[in-house]
């Protein structure tokens, strides 16, 4: 079984420009799921969303290319895939050439689809789309829709995961609400490098307290996590201390190495968000 400790974040690392798919290298999400009480049959639906900024390769005759990558992992699938070591391997295509884009497209769906369910039945695929240079500037930039909690002035003393701080109005009518927040801060597990991010809370049912939903997401800068497992832990918070009827957690994070990653977990079936990035990223 993978470990991140065993992976390459983090050391002194040669950097490969000849395609090589073995520098993948996928970590089993059930470690994380199951101190969160998660067992076989998962409480959400979503994906995790990565946009690659730094993906080139040849063309037979040598010329270089360069693309856009949006990556769209299922979060259903068995593992996620350390960030490092994908953009190791997108650095393996810097010198190879190949015949199209379409074909760059056809290695990255397949190399990645096998790295997510490393050893497994293969459920569902990882969605590649590639934008091209020539449609660069039809990428837009967006910020995250809702009531920012960030207007809101007050103290805050907790930066471990404090999900105590979580309540909602469970005597009162339901209400629906999206709420956004841009004080979200994780670190890596690995390396204690900081990861920071904007998120968006769309419910469903009692209204919950806003000032202590705020606490709760600043309570994680000092946590140690990968950004899926963040996620995830504040879906299972909210959901077990605000019982909403219906519930989406959706978390833009800026990039690092040419790489954001971008978790959506939703309690029922619906679109994905566009893959848009936001002005941090």
Not at 96 to 105: P, S
Not at 199 to 228: D, M
Request: one cysteine or more; hydrophobic letters at 35%.
């Amino acid at each position: 079984m993978n470990h991140p400790d065993q992976s390459l974040l983090g050391k002194a690392t040669s950097y490969p420009d000849q395609y090589d798919a073995s520098l993948l290298f996928p970590i089993p999400r059930a470690a994380q799921r199951a101190a969160l009480g998660l067992g076989g049959s998962l409480p959400f639906l979503g994906a995790d969303l990565w946009t690659a900024f730094e993906l080139s390769w040849l063309n037979t005759r040598g010329k270089p290319q360069v693309a856009l990558a949006h990556i769209t992992v299922p979060c259903e699938s068995t593992h996620i895939i350390e960030s490092k070591s994908f953009k190791l391997y997108l650095n393996s295509f810097n010198n190879t050439r190949f015949a199209d884009a379409a074909e760059v497209q056809a290695r990255l769906r397949a190399d990645l689809t096998e790295a997510a369910w490393r050893g497994g039945v293969v459920h569902s695929s990882v969605g590649v789309k590639l934008i091209a240079a020539e449609w660069f500037d039809r990428e837009p930039i967006y910020e995250l829709d809702g009531l920012s909690l960030d207007r809101m002035d007050l103290d805050c003393d907790r930066y471990t995961p404090a999900p105590e701080l979580l309540t909602s109005a469970t005597d009162e009518e339901p209400v629906s609400e999206v709420l956004t927040s841009n004080l979200l801060r994780s670190n890596c597990p690995v390396t204690g490098q900081p990861d920071w991010g904007s998120v968006q809370i769309s419910y469903f049912g009692p209204q919950i307290e806003q000032a202590g939903l705020l606490r709760y997401i600043v309570s994680y800068r000092n946590h140690n996590g990968f950004h899926e497992d963040c996620v995830e832990r504040m879906f299972m918070d909210i959901q077990a201390h605000c019982k909403p009827h219906k519930l989406s957690v959706y978390a833009r994070y800026t990039r690092r190495g040419g790489l954001d990653i971008n978790p959506f977990r939703s309690s029922w079936p619906q679109a994905l968000p566009a893959n848009h990035r936001n002005a941090r990223q």
